[in-house]
């Protein structure tokens, strides 16, 4: 049932352990870690180790371009400070309204101490949708694509 899911906590979601990072990391190593580490998203935290920032893909896109003297700065310079967060034992559904409502793809998850324990990805979502519902999902029948839709611009 979906109440069901909504009432699962985030952290038997999560699917990946959050690749965590200091913020005087330069950009350029943060970028082979989230390469490396195939995620498309670091977390970034403050001396104490508490989250101070998540730094992205849309990051790189939107601040970094091609901008070569910005890959040596510290990513705090780069990051999205103090980001939507999410606690390990809070409900699904409230993460996905988090989500949902600031368009993030990406939902650190902390402990009490604001010291991120995991990362929550919206693949990790579909993929707990995807077990869940089984049957109504893999047995779709193919829908052939015959042109763009309305929607795509055609």
Do not use: W, Y
Not at 4 to 25: K, M, N, T, Y
């Amino acid at each position: 049932m979906l109440s069901d899911l909504a009432q699962e906590p985030v952290r038997s979601v999560a699917r990946r352990v959050a690749i965590v990072v200091a913020g005087d990391l330069p950009i350029h190593a943060v970028l082979q870690q989230m390469t490396d580490g195939r995620q498309g998203a670091v977390l970034v935290t403050d001396e104490q180790g508490v989250l101070c920032g998540i730094f992205t893909e849309r990051d790189v896109l939107m601040k970094l371009g091609d901008d070569e003297a910005l890959r040596n700065r510290p990513v705090s310079e780069l990051m999205t400070a103090e980001p939507n967060r999410v606690r390990a034992s809070e409900h699904l559904g409230a993460a996905l309204h988090r989500m949902r409502e600031g368009g993030f793809r990406h939902l650190p998850i902390v402990d009490q101490a604001s010291k991120p324990v995991g990362i929550l990805s919206i693949r990790d979502v579909l993929v707990v949708v995807a077990d869940h519902f089984p049957k109504e999902i893999l047995n779709l029948p193919p829908v052939p694509r015959r042109g763009p839709s309305p929607l795509d611009g055609g």
